[in-house]
């Protein structure tokens, strides 16, 4: 049984910092990539980051470049997400995705999917 289970949101000052994690089971999480999204009240799901299976290749979405940093520990089966410089703007609910054949950006692409954990910037 495939599951994705993330963690590590909560409630944070604008300028703060948190970390997600994404614990994987029941597929081969080392053989695929995986990524980030995002989605705020009454706004569409957006992409934040994806990393390849062995983190040699990393995308960003433009609204979280310079300030996110996503990482991957295979042995662990555990994919994070560090959060730097948080803004209002990011306030939503973070979901993990995996993905079998390559790294990608839009969440069409993706197999599997986690629950979601959410995050509040506060000013």
């Known amino acids: 049984q495939v599951q994705l289970a993330e963690s590590g949101g909560g409630l944070v000052q604008a300028g703060g910092s948190l970390r997600l994690f994404c614990i994987a089971s029941g597929f081969d999480f080392s053989n695929y990539a995986m990524g980030w999204f995002r989605q705020a009240p009454g706004k569409e799901r957006e992409f934040v980051a994806s990393t390849s299976w062995n983190g040699g290749n990393i995308y960003y979405g433009d609204s979280v470049k310079g300030r996110f940093t996503i990482s991957r520990d295979n042995a662990k089966n555990t994919l994070y997400l560090q959060m730097n410089r948080l803004k209002r703007e990011d306030t939503a609910i973070y979901y993990c995705?995996?993905?079998?054949?390559?790294?990608?950006?839009?969440?069409?692409?993706?197999?599997?999917w986690g629950q979601g954990t959410q995050v509040t910037v506060s000013s």
């Open positions: 995705a995996a993905q079998s054949w390559g790294i990608a950006t839009r969440d069409t692409e993706y197999d599997y």
